[in-house]
């Protein structure tokens, strides 16, 4: 594995931090009466998904603390899909662009599951 030297060269952090440019950009167009709820609530559950990748990257000396970032991460990507049904639901978006959002979320889930099943392969 190639040593990587900041959280900006992960896979999966560069996923998450382009998902939630994505989510900023389309939340743009959300009705107005929803910017203190939903579009306020998709826009940080999002950020807070890469957020805590670059906390958790930092984190890797303690295994522990490490898993608990990436777990947080894997927490706020979920959060980020239910927001996604809401928005979908509720007309703000279509159905199409809900499900190809949420295979992309279902993809940094996976990455995620996966570095904390090899958590001891990322600690320093």
């Known amino acids: 594995m190639k040593r990587i030297l900041s959280h900006k060269e992960l896979d999966v952090y560069q996923l998450a931090y382009r998902l939630a440019m994505d989510i900023y950009k389309l939340t743009r167009n959300f009705p107005a009466e929803e910017r203190y709820s939903l579009t306020d609530q998709i826009r ?6 890469a957020a805590n990748i670059a906390e958790a990257f930092r984190k890797r000396r303690y295994e522990r603390a490490f898993v608990a970032k990436l777990s947080d991460a894997e927490g706020e990507a979920a959060e980020t899909q239910t927001w996604l049904d809401f928005a979908r639901n509720c007309g703000n978006i279509s159905p199409e662009c809900c499900e190809k959002f949420n295979q992309d979320y279902e993809h940094v889930l996976g990455m995620l ?12």
């Open 44 to 49: 940080r559950s999002s950020r807070s998904v």
């Open 113 to 124: 599951v996966n570095m904390i099943h090899s958590a001891n392969k990322w600690t320093i």
